[in-house]
């Protein structure tokens, strides 16, 4: 790919030998012979770097769009899980009061959140109850013109929330959901969820006489689509009310916000999706090969800070044999709310994990999740163990760039893409390579990009030989040492003082 400096470059050395009037012109700077090459360089720039997506992208999904097609095609919909928290109820008044599952309350913020079950709180007493951070919308829709696998869109909300729930319904009754049409005969109510490659939701229903049904023309169906906001966050003693008074007692009542139980998620973002892409094509959600597990479990707890999953080959490689192992798979993680227990080692020291006997709810929620795929398999997990990799980075750059600017950009490059919160930092057994950082460095840091620049990499050699699978391995600033020195490098540029 052609740099914007180098077409600049170019245009400068064929105008200069065959116009030496214009030579001439360059050479002073007048802006109105740069600016068209300049402008020029821009646009051929542009084009150059999407040539080289294209030839790339058979290879490794680069471009937003192909990533979303890929989603599509993998039955990925964008949903989030709303937030659960647990409401403490004060009741002021001199007779017991009850709170209806379904009521909606509201927080200071104006988030709606919906009571769980119902609970009693006696005269002068409280009382604690769950809610969840969602609301409610109804759709009414007459199928016109019907035909086989008739789809319905689902309206997206006007807010920022997204889809996190529906359920279908007509004059017969309810429709059961069914994955991809698994498992289901002919004539059975069901319908299937799927997104398109602009995230745009449907609901698709069966054909008659090969699977499902057909909602017939003139067919009332009533969808009622549930949307969250997500992962956000809630104060501690927050103010909640009533988003209607159905009462004049429920005045007398006064609710307060005591904890979150389970954090919210938002839809999978589009750098998780582009990790996902990397995952075979067909899945439907019967897990046999270890890179389903982690799929499996990636898809449906997208906001997990770090997940490894291994079997049993690689426990033993690692820590020897053992009839415990047999037919069983171990898993180390850390939930978006962080409560599970973590280790750390530091350079030079071994660290053993620790077999975890008390789980978490999304342990337990992931436990769950992989004996519906495949309920052969005994779960164990493992604390992740943190290990910083520690990278040295020399680099020499023109005198035209300032030292402490590119430092601070390298810095960036790396820690976005090999730090804590990185994609590839967040699953086990990923380390950097030296032609991935050479690679990135090169593209997102200018100054490497130009003339002779030297760029030098030196990761801690420890990595290779140590396979542990429970390592968090990510690049932190404290670990991470960059040098820049300015020097006399050859830059495409015309004119002097570069």
Request: glycine share 6%; net charge negative.
């Amino acid at each position: 790919m052609y740099t914007r400096d180098q077409f600049i470059q170019m245009a400068i050395e064929a105008s200069q030998a065959k116009y030496p009037a214009v030579a001439a012109l360059i050479k002073a700077g007048d802006p109105r012979i740069l600016q068209q090459i300049e402008a020029q360089a821009t646009m051929l720039a542009m084009y150059s770097q999407q040539l080289e997506v294209a030839q790339s992208e058979p290879f490794e999904k680069t471009r937003d769009s192909t990533v979303l097609a890929d989603a599509a095609m993998r039955g990925l919909v964008p949903k989030s899980r709303p937030a659960t928290v647990q409401v403490i109820a004060e009741n002021k008044s001199g007779a017991p009061f009850i709170i209806a599952a379904g009521r909606y309350l509201m927080d200071p913020q104006g988030r709606s959140l919906r009571v769980e079950a119902p609970v009693e709180i006696p005269a002068g007493g409280s009382g604690l109850f769950r809610a969840v951070q969602l609301y409610e919308r109804e759709v009414a829709h007459t199928v016109s013109g019907s035909r086989p696998f008739y789809a319905i869109q689902i309206s997206m909300a006007d807010d920022d929330a997204s889809l996190c729930g529906l359920s279908v319904a007509d004059g017969s009754g309810a429709y059961e959901y069914r994955e991809r049409y698994v498992n289901t005969r002919e004539g059975e109510r069901i319908y299937h969820v799927e997104a398109d490659e602009r995230q745009r939701v449907y609901v698709r229903f069966g054909q008659d006489g090969v699977v499902g049904t057909q909602p017939t023309d003139g067919t009332e169906i009533t969808i009622n689509a549930l949307y969250s906001l997500g992962d956000v966050e809630f104060s501690a003693g927050a103010l909640l009310v009533f988003e209607t008074m159905q009462d004049p007692a429920e005045a007398m009542v006064e609710m307060r916000l005591d904890e979150v139980l389970v954090k919210g998620q938002n839809p999978p973002s589009m750098r998780t999706l582009r990790e996902l892409a990397k995952y075979p094509s067909v899945y439907n959600h019967n897990a046999v090969f270890l890179g389903e597990f982690d799929f499996l479990i990636r898809r449906n707890f997208p906001d997990l800070q770090f997940l490894s999953v291994w079997n049993e080959g690689v426990e033993e490689s690692v820590r020897g044999m053992s009839l415990d192992n047999i037919n069983a798979l171990f898993v180390a993680c850390l939930s978006g709310l962080g409560g599970e227990p973590v280790l750390s080692e530091a350079k030079g020291e071994t660290v053993a994990p620790v077999k975890l006997t008390e789980l978490t709810a999304t342990q337990e929620q992931i436990k769950a999740k992989v004996g519906l795929a495949d309920d052969s398999y005994r779960v164990y997990f493992y604390t992740p163990i943190r290990s910083e990799i520690e990278i040295r980075i020399q680099a020499t750059v023109a005198t035209s760039y300032e030292e402490q600017v590119v430092q601070e950009q390298i810095t960036k490059v790396m820690l976005d893409h090999f730090g804590e919160a990185a994609p590839q930092s967040r699953r086990g057994q990923s380390t950097p390579l030296y032609q991935q950082v050479y690679q990135i460095l090169r593209r997102e840091v200018p100054a490497l990009s130009v003339g002779r620049a030297d760029l030098k990499v030196y990761i801690d050699e420890s990595i290779d030989t140590d396979s542990r699978p429970e390592l968090w391995r990510y690049v932190s600033p404290d670990s991470l040492l960059v040098s820049v020195v300015a020097g006399n490098v050859t830059t495409p540029y015309w004119g002097s003082g570069l």
